[in-house]
């Protein structure tokens, strides 16, 4: 069955390096989504992505984060200069075209910054 | 602004204890509302897409049913393995974004 992966499982990070976390959507979606979830908290919306262009962001999406889809098969979330309140689990998720809602969600990256 | 609720925060069953799972949601517009299961450490996964009030669905132990207001996960006899986070989210009919609730975390007790 098609899923979704990210790469690394685990990173960390000291407070103001920049991070790169990576994403293979499932290979004939087209929507693209970033979430976190800080430890013991609700599943946060970062940013959605369609048509190689930002479709909607949330206020926590701020200049300090930017994403990208390099090829024709990754997806990235940029964190310029992280703080310390940006330790978080980062999930990936993609949608297909068609008439379904559902977003399919990766396995996480914890990123923890020190 | 759209929010999602759910309770109990927290249930333990003995295994084959049927219980239900609420999930009440204020949004502008519903455009399909979501369950997923959280295990520890895990990505959510999905479980059901319920689009209009008085729909239902079912897959093995699990029933969702959707009204006006809020949203039911209904669990039968459940086992060991159903124990994880269920995950209720929220899509408005304006965006493209989830609004997820806290989610239930639940044991089933052999």
């Known amino acids: 069955e098609p899923e979704v992966t990210q790469t690394p499982s685990h990173q960390v990070t000291q407070m103001g390096q920049e991070v790169i976390l990576r994403c293979v959507p499932i290979?004939?979606?087209?929507?693209f989504y970033w979430y976190r979830q800080i430890l013991g908290q609700k599943v946060e919306f970062l940013v959605s992505?369609?048509?190689?262009?930002?479709?909607?962001k949330s206020e926590i999406f701020d200049d300090q984060f930017s994403v990208e889809r390099p090829d024709g098969s990754n997806f990235t979330l940029k964190i310029r200069s992280t703080k310390l309140e940006d330790s978080a689990m980062y999930f990936c998720?993609?949608?297909?075209?068609?008439?379904?809602?559902?977003?399919?969600f990766g396995p996480g990256t914890r990123l923890t910054v020190l | 602004e759209d929010q999602v609720t759910q309770s109990p925060e927290a249930l333990r069953l003995q295994e084959g204890e049927s219980s239900s799972l609420n999930c009440s949601y204020t949004?502008?517009?519903?455009?399909?509302l979501f369950w997923y299961r959280q295990d520890p450490g895990k990505g959510p996964e999905f479980l059901f897409t319920?689009?209009?009030a008085g729909e239902e669905k079912e897959k093995e132990r699990l029933k969702a049913t959707l009204t006006k207001k809020e949203s039911f996960l209904h669990i039968t006899a459940p086992k060991p393995e159903d124990s994880a986070t269920y995950l209720c989210?929220?899509?408005?009919?304006?965006?493209?974004?989830?609004?997820f609730g806290p989610g239930t975390r639940l044991s089933v007790l052999p």
């Open positions: 998720a993609s949608k297909n075209q068609g008439a379904d809602l559902e977003q399919f």
């Open positions: 290979s004939n979606h087209l929507y």
């Open positions: 992505f369609y048509n190689n262009e930002i479709s909607e």
């Open positions: 949004v502008s517009g519903l455009r399909g």
């Open positions: 319920l689009y209009s």
């Open positions: 989210a929220v899509q408005a009919t304006w965006g493209q974004n989830f609004v």
